[in-house]
């Protein structure tokens, strides 16, 4: 069950409706990242919108397909996301970081419908990822599990020990997502702990690999069409994704891995998209 199939136009402009609600958000909190949570708005929109099974009414749904964010830290993306895919009220983006809201800085699983699982310590998800996906299968669930990492989390072996799990028993129902943009927050990932040839690495512990633009919505949507097809082996999209994608001012800097936009430099992006700042809903 999916409440929305959106086409491409509708998921192009969903995207930079979330891409506002983010800007909006890290300005009030004055705090966030908006780098990644930027650059991975296409692949959340194609998601929520087209591909996963999901129920917002219902958001423990057992027949649910299962996000797990690990890099934790882009979780204005996620929040966004879900929250104009009918989770929660839209009103609610505004509270941010606000001591006591439930859109904690790290998503909290405790304490939103939609989030899976809490995440802070990078390096984790895909090893919950394999968990819920040998869970699934031990249960005979036909559920995918989609696990969301960033390229600098896999600078951490725990992220090998689960690929080489996932791999050893042969977990096609799971589905990871690398957000291969190149930063984290000391600069670029190959100046500080280089990972290519990444897509050797991946092959080499017997996944399936698909390589994308994550910025192009046909190739989001055709690369998940094929992905949920695949049979006997894990499956990794490397996702080449422009951190600060939409904000020309952001784009492809690491500096804004971490750093909030001021009144103005939100002004200016919401410009870039062509959004007013008027409210959190669509016109």
């Not at 491409?8 to 009030?28: S, V, Y």
């Not at 280089?194 to 910025?215: M, Q, T």
């Not at 006997?232 to 500096?255: L, V």
């Not at 200016?268 to 959190?280: I, P, T």
Request: glycine share 8%; net charge negative; with cysteine.
């Amino acid at each position: 069950m999916n409440p929305h199939h959106f086409d491409i136009d509708t998921l192009t402009f969903t995207a930079k409706e979330i891409r506002g609600d983010i800007l909006r958000m890290l300005e009030k909190a004055g705090s966030g990242h908006p780098g990644g949570s930027l650059g991975m708005a296409d692949i959340f929109t194609a998601l929520y919108f087209n591909i996963l099974n999901h129920s917002p009414e219902d958001p423990l749904w057992p027949e649910r397909d299962r996000v797990v964010l690990s890099n934790g830290h882009i979780c204005p993306v996620l929040y966004a996301t879900l929250a104009r895919a009918g989770y929660f009220d839209l009103e609610e983006l505004k509270t941010l970081r606000v001591l006591g809201s439930r859109l904690q800085g790290h998503p909290s699983r405790l304490d939103l419908p939609g989030i899976e699982t809490s995440a802070a310590s990078l390096g984790q998800g895909l090893s919950i990822s394999v968990g819920m996906a040998l869970a699934a299968r031990l249960d005979k669930e036909k559920h995918k599990i989609f696990a969301l990492l960033s390229d600098g989390e896999l600078q951490e072996g725990s992220s090998w020990e689960a690929a080489n799990a996932a791999a050893k028993w042969q977990l096609d129902n799971l589905i990871a997502v690398v957000d291969r943009n190149n930063i984290q927050i000391d600069g670029n990932t190959e100046d500080i702990f280089p990972l290519e040839p990444l897509r050797d690495k991946f092959e080499a512990f017997n996944w399936i690999v698909l390589e994308i633009n994550g910025n192009d919505m046909e190739q989001i949507l055709q690369v998940f069409e094929s992905a949920l097809k695949m049979k006997g082996r894990p499956i990794c999209i490397i996702a080449h994704t422009t951190p600060g994608k939409g904000i020309s001012f952001m784009e492809n800097k690491y500096e804004w891995h971490g750093i909030a936009p001021s009144r103005i430099e939100m002004m200016e992006g919401l410009a870039e998209l062509r959004l007013e700042e008027v409210a959190y809903e669509r016109n």
